[in-house]
């Protein structure tokens, strides 16, 4: 079945950097798109960004365009978000989630992993 | 960006109701709208695409329907297993956006 695991969570001071991973298994992850949503403290779903299956095409949100990179490693399964220049208003749960077909809507989701930006 | 608004924001309903919530997008977005549930502390879960399909292993109470702007999720005998918040989001143009949830819980 369907697993992805999100690691790389932790605290991080207001300008400072973090690289989240997500390790993906049980499908053939170089066949599909790839999203990062994110969930602020008792807040609603964010779409943050997508990548294609080959790493070609990406696409973010307004609020992080310019500062995060959505990245993947077919080789090793893996889908990562890196965050620079990370403000308090990006702390929140990350999530990794695995396109339906290709660039559209999700299908799978990871557990999260915490991203806390503070001083 | 492309907003969207769901009604109601919350509700209260009982075991064996039928619920029905609303999505509307600020433009036409053809049938990309997917609906997730949501319990509290989990992942969410995704139930429908293209407005009115069915993710596998979704029960057949559940239910979707709308196009271009004006979408809605039934669910039909609600089950205890129900009880959680609900977000519709649109795909059809980037960047991609949900609406701000509707909490159900019980009455």
């Known amino acids: 079945q369907v697993h992805l695991v999100e690691s790389g969570g932790g605290v991080a001071q207001p300008g400072r950097s973090l690289r989240l991973s997500c390790a993906g298994s049980?499908?053939?992850?170089?066949?599909?798109?790839m999203h990062w949503v994110r969930q602020a403290p008792g807040k609603g779903l964010e779409w943050v960004a997508i990548?294609?299956?080959?790493?070609?095409?990406?696409y973010y949100a307004d609020s992080v365009k310019g500062r995060f990179i959505i990245s993947r490693d077919n080789s090793k399964n893996t889908l990562y978000l890196q965050m620079n220049r990370l403000r308090a208003e990006d702390t929140a749960v990350y999530y990794c989630?695995?396109?339906?077909?290709?660039?559209?809507?999700?299908?799978?989701w990871g557990q999260g992993t915490l991203v806390t930006v503070s001083s | 960006d492309i907003q969207m608004t769901q009604s109601p924001s919350s509700l209260s309903a009982s075991v064996g109701d039928s619920v029905t919530i609303t999505c509307r997008a600020s433009?036409?977005?053809?049938?990309?709208l997917a609906w997730f549930q949501q319990k509290p502390g989990k992942a969410p879960k995704s139930l429908i695409y293209?407005?009115?399909s069915l993710q596998s292993g979704v029960p057949s109470r559940f239910s979707g329907s709308g196009s271009g702007t004006d979408f809605s999720l039934t669910i039909s005998g609600l089950q205890p297993e129900d009880f959680a918040t609900y977000y519709c989001?649109?795909?059809?143009?980037?960047?991609?956006?949900f609406g701000p949830g509707t909490k159900v819980d019980i009455k």
């Open positions: 293209s407005a009115s």
């Open positions: 989001q649109q795909y059809n143009i980037y960047p991609f956006t």
């Open positions: 433009q036409g977005i053809s049938n990309s």
């Open positions: 990548i294609s299956f080959d790493g070609s095409e990406k």
């Open positions: 989630a695995k396109d339906l077909v290709r660039m559209g809507t999700v299908d799978y």
């Open positions: 049980g499908f053939i992850f170089s066949i599909y798109g």
